[in-house]
């Protein structure tokens, strides 16, 4: 009893905390909302993962370039070209699918270095090196592919959508890999690195570290992941559309916020999969409450842009509430160092 | 054996270092020694590879080697500890105390428990009672110096750089440092050891090195100097502790007291400092660097708040909310680091001379290029300030003439007290000498100036009067006939007069 305590209280401290917190929070209303039978049922939460995992992924990815102190906003429309890719491979080559999916993610992995070597090497700032990334990488998807087009094989995309023993979806193996592969490198000296980096660089560099180096690892991890974000895209939609995508850059953003990840060095995976359950989750309640209102109110009718105001809202109160909450948390330090300071001094008179 | 010798560092015109020369022995502790951009700083960033010099000769055991990084300094066994700290402040204790040096396990992975048991007993020798998984930045300033020393420490130099470490530390902690010290110095460590505190030189170290302007002007064997003779090398002037305290022998010919600070605490740098400035006055304010100078002024503007003590601005207690709200009561702020708070590069010059009024002025008042171009133009001819055209960027001007342009903005605007935080740094000496004839100008027509400075020979030659600053203290209070070299010296060293005539240190808190 008491270690769990203790437990609670360590994880009180962590970043994800507050991520964790709003996610519970909304978990819980779409619980009460949708009914436990509906949400828990098998079907609701395959569609769940299934139709989510490649939000969840994009702010997978983007997770450790804000530990590192980067970022790359053209994340979302990279998932457009690993889909174009994946589908003109399989189409146009006559290969077999998964040979798709590995150019895709080279394709991704490709990106990822020349956004590097903008905001690492050269040394732009991330946000309007990535922001015009945005428009070259649409602009190869349009040549790649110049309009929607092309077909998954039915087996792939029914594999996506089924579940493993009856109980597991299949999309959550992806969420399951990147989480372990993650885990695992977080206790290698690389997890260290990227956390020192993201933190002060110059620092970092005095103890040996090189930022560079660092930073081109992390944008290698998040192009792996974002190619796999691409592949859940394409094995959703079971098609090609070269624009698809470019909204889950910002939307993978601002997850990564609401779960508590900061600017360089500050958060964790774990925040970032609150944050993207978080956006998920809420947008699901809204639905539903939406269809509650229509049963209970007769002649109740509303545009779903009313939905997404809604839970647009509500996400910006999240956003609201992790700032506030961290603003908090550093001024109780402060005080807190002030206290101390003083205390000492009174002993030493 | 570590040597450095023919250390050139230049930053564009100006030098940090120039023939440099600085060689430690195992076993051996070596005071760097310097006052104020001495280059001292600028030698242990050499070696611990964040600078990399213009010319450079580094030996170790006879053979020559090159620093261009972190991890070069730390092949060559050189552990660094910085004044400023190289801790990355989010990351744990364990963490930081392990970067770059964590002990490999399975598969490739940190082998925490292992380094956890080592860091437990490194903190142990230290005394450091803390949480080895609480995260730096919510520990203690002091305590964080002490986890900069232990990791230092911890990497098992050959060489250690210890950047004035203990200028957060009490005086047990410093102990327990010391005793560490000797401790490695018995294993054959070599140190380099930079404070400012003399009394520490006498009690740890075995020689000393000193600088001034950049160059290497002695190396001592700290048994065979004394206090006086080390202040000497540092400065060119012979401390002299007489009458460095004088108290209010004032003599402002009943002039109207502008401000008068009283008993200021503001954590972690300023300690109980007490001021007062007179109408047509020029108060100069001194020191090592990192003092407390610069967080004295900005507490005054209002940009933080003091956790002790009384502000009377014209004989009123006043607590400014803001900057904004200080400038509205005819106070004005001049900074050394123009481009990060003085000016707007971008814009002209003309606008950057008008920029104050207009923050003064109606928010939507209308206002036309000849309104901003007279104003500009009044000010530049009445202080004779040679701006070349006034519609050119400010970041086309040279350093000097920027400055002289932001204290044209601010003039312009007669203000009933200017302050000035190290307003000539990097500024060329004709440059220096017109804002010296501004400023005198203005004090003479009734402006109030407090003008902080890290050049003895600036407070000497335009200041009325001299605070000296040291370790968030006033150390001394020179005026008229006590405003000499000699005794600024001894102020700024923390020096005192004891009653039976010895001099030493201040005790620092």
Redesign the interface.
Known sequence: MIDIKRMFS?FR?TPAFIGFTLFVFVLVLNIVVQGPAQFFSTRNLNTLFSKNMPLLLTTMAMSPLLISGTLDISIGIQLGLVNVVCIMVFQEWGVSLYVGFLMGILASLVVSALCWVLVSVVRLPSMLASFSLIYIVRGVNILIMDKPQGKVPAEFYKTYDSLIGGVVPFSALFLVTVLLVWL?LM???F???I??V???P?????????PVRVQFQAFMIKGVIAGLAGICLTLMTASGNPLQGEAYGLRALSACIIGGL?F???GSMACAVFGAGFLVIIQNTVYYFFNLLYRLIPGFTVTSYWQNLVSDIIIFFGLLMTIVTAKGQRET?KQ???K??KG??SV?E | MYAMRGIDKRYDAVIACQDASLQVEPGEIRALLGSNGSGKSTMVKIL???VKPNAEDILIDGKPVTIH???D???LGIA?A?QD???????TVL?NI???N?P?GK????D?QQSLADVVALLDRFHIDCDP?A?V??L???MQSMIEVAKAVFLKPRLLLLDEVTAAL?RDEVELIFNVLRELKAQGTAIIYVTHRMNEIFEICDTATIMRSGQTVAHVSTGEVTLDEIVFYMTGQRPDTEEILETESLDHDGRDLILDVEHMEL??KVHDISLKAYKGEIVGIGGLEGQGQPEFIRAVLGLTRP?EGTIAYMGEAVHFRSPADAVRHGIGFISGERNREAMFPDRSVGENVFAGSAAKGALFKYLTAKVVRDFAQAAVDKYDIMVGSLDHPASSLSGGNQQKLVVARWIAMNPMLLLLDDPTKGVDIHSRREIHKILRQCADEGMTVILSSSENEELLEIADRVYLFYEGRVSGMLSGASKTPERLVAAMMGMTRENNGATKEIEP?
């Open positions: 360590r401290r695992y206790r290698t000296k997890g260290r690195n956390y020192a993201g933190g002060n110059r620092n970092a560099f005095a103890a040996g570290i090189d900061g360089g060095g500050w330090l807190g160092f002030v101390q300071f000492g001094e030493a | 611990a590879g964040l990084s972190g991890l300094s730390r092949r660094t910085f700290l190289s801790l990355i402040p989010t990351m963490d392990l970067l770059g964590e490999k598969l490739g992975m940190v925490r998984d995260y930045q919510t203690m300033p002091s009490h954590y972690p956790e808190a």
